[in-house]
């Protein structure tokens, strides 16, 4: 079962994941992702401290947008990943194509960055 809560906060849309993101829970990722990319927001946090468990099929959510993510000049950082999460996204290379911050200080200061 998944959980995802998006909150706009001075400028900053932070999409909140919890819990396991498969085939069928993939689709909510996809829409709030989506969302906040077609809306307009230049500065995204996912936070994925309470995430379990990601299939392929969550994982290939984040590939779906890394080139609107450029396109579109968006910094979009995901943190908070447990151990097992962030070493399916290094297997993958993920994360030499998205940022990936272990804390929520580490990632607000990404965004911040000029």
């Given at each position: 079962m998944i959980h995802i809560e998006s909150i706009l906060n001075d400028g900053v849309?932070?999409?909140r994941v919890g819990g396991d993101?498969?085939?069928?829970?993939?689709?909510?990722l996809d829409t709030e992702i989506k969302s906040a990319i077609e809306g307009g927001d230049k500065k995204i946090l996912v936070d994925?401290?309470?995430l379990n468990y990601i299939?392929?099929?969550?994982?290939g959510v984040f590939m779906s947008y890394i080139q609107?993510?450029?396109a579109n000049n968006v910094k979009l950082v995901i943190f908070g990943l447990n151990e097992k999460?962030?070493?399916?996204?290094?297997?993958?290379?993920?994360?030499?194509?998205l940022k990936i911050e272990n804390s929520t200080e580490a990632a607000k200061a990404y965004l911040n960055e000029i």
């Open positions: 849309k932070t999409i993101v498969d085939a069928s829970s993939s689709i909510q994925c401290s309470k299939s392929s099929a969550g994982l609107d993510i450029e999460v962030l070493n399916v996204f290094e297997i993958l290379g993920l994360n030499q194509l």
